[in-house]
């Protein structure tokens, strides 16, 4: 068995996200979407301290986005929660308030776990339950039903070890419908963000 270094994982806090109702859109639309979509997601780590030098480059997903931070002092797993998604949120409001045309709204799932590379990226096990749980049936449901500029569903992984701890900016009583995907065998568990069942009430603003 290769236990050489390059052949073992490597943690990584793992941010997906997806757009919603992309392939209604021309393809000119999409291109304009995707530049788009990569300034306000590399503008919503930065505004988290999280710069280019503490996280890979972003993961091209056609219509989304693969983001992989790595484990340093500096960019903390409950920063995502506390800051960089709700930054996204108001970043999609803003733009669509500026380009209406070209506004759109995203599906977000957060995760951490073992990520491995080769010369095509990243892949694993980890990888796949965040792109699950980004395109979950409740999840779409759930930006089908609100206002907000984003869904957002944490794994529960994240739900122990970030969100049930309440840290500064992450309402814990918010995460309340249980998100059940399949990866391979195994059914995984996740937690999707209702804000109405939290203590503000309110979503992340826009």
């Known amino acids: 068995m290769d236990t050489s270094a390059h052949a073992l994982p490597l943690h990584r806090a793992i941010v997906a996200v997806d757009i919603e109702g992309s392939t209604t859109r021309t393809n000119p639309a999409r291109a304009q979407l995707r530049t ?3 300034d306000l997601l590399d503008e919503a780590f930065l505004a988290g301290g999280i710069s280019r030098k503490h996280r890979d480059a972003f993961v091209d997903r056609g219509d989304g986005a693969l983001c992989l931070v790595r484990p340093v002092d500096q960019a903390p ?3 995502l929660l506390a800051t960089v ?3 996204l949120g108001t970043l999609l409001g803003k733009h669509a308030e500026s380009r ?3 506004a759109f709204r995203l599906r977000v799932a957060v995760h951490a776990g073992e990520v491995h590379y080769d010369s095509r990226g990243p892949y694993g096990e980890d990888v796949d339950i965040a ?3 980004v395109d979950a049936p409740e999840v779409r449901r759930r930006l089908r039903s609100t206002t907000a500029p984003l869904a957002l569903v944490v794994s529960q992984e994240l739900h122990r070890s970030v969100v049930r701890h309440g840290y500064p900016g992450i309402d814990h009583d918010a995460f309340t419908q249980v998100v059940t995907v399949k990866v391979g065998t195994q059914r995984v568990r ?5 804000p ?3 203590q503000g009430g309110e979503g992340i603003s826009a």
Do not use: I, N, S
């Not at 996740?190 to 209702?194: D, R």
């Open 85 to 87: 998604v709700p930054t």
């Open 190 to 194: 996740g937690w999707l963000y209702t």
């Open 100 to 102: 209406p045309e070209l």
């Open 36 to 38: 788009v979509l990569f």
């Open 196 to 198: 109405e069942a939290g």
């Open 131 to 133: 792109c699950r749980f």
């Open 77 to 79: 797993k409950p920063v």
